[in-house]
């Protein structure tokens, strides 16, 4: 799993503010500032045209004086009874029915879902996926066409004849809804990880095995396990004389003895939530002179780059932070660090496909040439390779070193050197690619922080299709809530092509090269001199300018996506959901407001 952008300390994220990047908070206040100025603006040039500017001035500073002296004196009990309507209405939409639809989906999926290779992976992203998925769908519904309807039976006149106010309206069915979001996710969530658990669940057998741990009368072991969920395991033997099988597909098992046999136990590790220490990463090229980036082998994703094979080129991370705490206890008693490696390979000829390339790793104190002996390693393609480094290790001249005292420098750092052996093939690697794997972090409390990254991704659509279905009809509401949440999942895009990032200009010029079938970065003839390009990109700009607006406003909802980390077996970080929460409460705070002032326009609230 590849993390492009760096995760910020929270503090950083929400108050920053400098010329490069203003924070979460700075940018959400300028926003509403923004969004509250535009408004005021608008109201005043409808109110007069409609009424003239003494009396639209007078009725704006009337909403708007009044607007916030109610938003200021909400009565908790009030929403709360207005939340428990919209509960109501929620059952009796028999909104339960998507639980039994899960279930369902749950039951029958494991006739589909198989395979040999990493088979958590594939059961997480599934169960968050669909889970995800038929929340929103479900929130969606629920939401967006509550206040139409209730518009449309006239039920909304009862409400708002009691001493009830448009805002706590708005907050009442966000928080009502949202409620019964919550019991659902919750209920699929124990139906998910109960399904993970038993579909990972398995064990092997070891056929005609009677013997003792030291094998049979002649000492010979069982070479592998039955053939089990697709796959079997070799038998090995440690230096105690204890058997275990080898790990395979992303787990292993131990092997024990009852009453003469062996038994196999459950698989180990098939959930994890590693917990990784990532370093800065830097690059050396073929004549072992370092620069900033390794060499391009012509991929379109720019982030990973790579290095080349029987040279002197390396990828060095350097890490902070090593002391004892950082180390781990081994099953022999001794001290280890734990590295974890990806390697991504790049082959300019293909000789034996099965061969692996080979490359070698090596700690290395900072600015000195003190090195450990090389470990030689077959690059395991885009796979997870787990690296032990013990505390008592050899250098280059095979003398004893110590890890902590003779590798980790004065500042806790530590450097890991990679490099390809293999002439003209190439290891690809960015800064993600390797880390120090600290202790490990819970499982079901990382499956926890999933399903909570899914709530605020939940309870962020009801408040747009509640804030939409104030004014909007329910289909004309369910359509402006759907493209609110598309922009959001492609928000980065979004903001690329509005500013002028994006290959292919903007919607004009990408709509001519469309229907010429130009190419997207080739130039057009007499570019500087042609007025209809002139006005096409005039109106480019315009366009552009809007959606740059409007993307200031956009809630990114991949941000809130975690089911990559779970599936591959990764922590979430707490900060990250720190953020979420705190993105979560921005949004619903702003619409709540713009909800109250839009419900303010209709005559029945007012």
Request: glycine share 8%.
């Amino acid at each position: 799993m590849i993390l492009e952008k760096p995760l910020l300390p929270y503090f950083e994220w929400l108050l920053q503010f400098d010329k490069t990047r203003w924070g979460a908070l700075p940018h959400f206040l300028l926003t509403l500032l923004v969004i509250a100025i535009a408004t005021l603006l608008l109201s005043l040039l409808v109110g007069t045209v409609l009424y003239g500017p003494l009396k639209a001035g007078d009725k704006v500073y009337r909403v708007v004086v009044n607007g916030f002296r109610e938003l200021f004196s909400l009565s908790f009990r009030r929403v709360w009874a207005l939340a428990r309507l919209a509960i109501q209405e929620s059952l009796r939409g028999r909104v339960l029915i998507a639980v039994a639809v899960f279930v369902l989906l749950l039951l029958f999926a494991g006739w589909f879902l198989k395979t040999e290779r990493e088979p958590a992976r594939l059961y997480f992203s599934f169960v968050l996926t669909a889970t995800s998925f038929l929340g929103l769908f479900v929130a969606l519904l629920l939401a967006v066409f509550s206040l139409p309807n209730d518009f449309k039976s006239k039920t909304i006149y009862t409400v708002l004849t009691k001493p009830v106010r448009a805002g706590e309206v708005v907050i009442g069915r966000i928080l009502g809804f949202s409620l019964v979001g919550t019991v659902l996710l919750a209920i699929m969530g124990v139906c998910s990880y109960l399904f993970v658990v038993r579909a990972l669940d398995h064990t092997h057998t070891v056929v005609g095995s009677v013997l003792a741990k030291g094998g049979d009368a002649e000492g010979n072991l069982p070479e592998t396990t039955s053939l089990d969920k697709g796959h079997r395991h070799t038998i090995q033997q440690d230096d105690d004389g204890h058997l275990f099988a080898e790990f395979a597909h992303d787990h292993d098992h131990h092997v024990g003895e009852s009453n003469g046999r062996l038994v196999v136990s459950s698989p180990h590790e098939t959930i994890r939530a590693r917990v990784p220490r990532g370093g800065t990463l830097r690059f050396k090229d073929r004549q072992g002179v370092q620069v900033a980036r390794g060499v391009s082998v012509g991929k379109e994703w720019g982030y990973r780059s790579f290095i080349e094979g029987g040279t002197q080129a390396a990828a060095i991370w350097t890490f902070d932070g090593i002391d004892e705490k950082t180390l781990h206890d081994e099953d022999d008693g001794g001290e280890a660090l734990r590295l974890e490696l990806v390697v991504r390979v790049f082959r300019t000829w293909k000789a034996d496909i099965n061969t692996p390339v080979q490359g070698v790793i090596q700690l290395k104190r900072p600015g000195s040439d003190l090195k450990t002996a090389p470990e030689f390693f077959s690059a395991k393609d885009a796979t997870i390779d787990q690296r032990y480094f013990p505390r008592t290790l050899t250098d280059t001249n095979n003398q004893p070193i110590d890890l902590l005292d003779d590798l980790v420098d004065e500042q806790g750092q530590i450097e890991v050197v990679v490099q390809c052996l293999d002439r003209s093939q190439y290891f690809g690697f960015a800064q993600g690619d390797c880390y120090v794997r600290m202790k490990e972090g819970s499982p079901l409390w990382n499956f926890t922080k999933a399903y909570i990254s899914m709530w605020v991704q939940m309870v962020l659509v009801i408040a747009i299709a509640v804030t939409g279905s104030t004014v909007l009809s329910g289909p004309i509401a369910m359509m402006f809530t759907v493209s609110f949440i598309l922009l959001g999942f492609y928000r980065e895009f979004f903001v690329r092509v509005a500013r002028g990032i994006q290959e292919g200009g903007g919607p004009v010029e990408s709509l001519v090269r469309l229907v010429t079938q130009m190419n997207l970065t080739a130039g057009f003839r007499g570019e500087s001199e042609t007025t209809s390009l002139w006005i096409m990109r005039s109106v480019d700009s315009v366009f552009l300018g809007a959606m740059e607006l409007l993307a200031n406003v956009l809630p990114d909802f991949g941000e809130f996506n975690a089911t990559k980390y779970v599936a591959y077996g990764f922590d979430i970080p707490a900060n990250q959901i720190a953020q979420q929460l705190t993105m979560g409460a921005a949004y619903v705070i702003g619409l709540s407001i713009v909800g109250y002032f839009l419900l303010r326009t209709r005559e029945v609230a007012k």
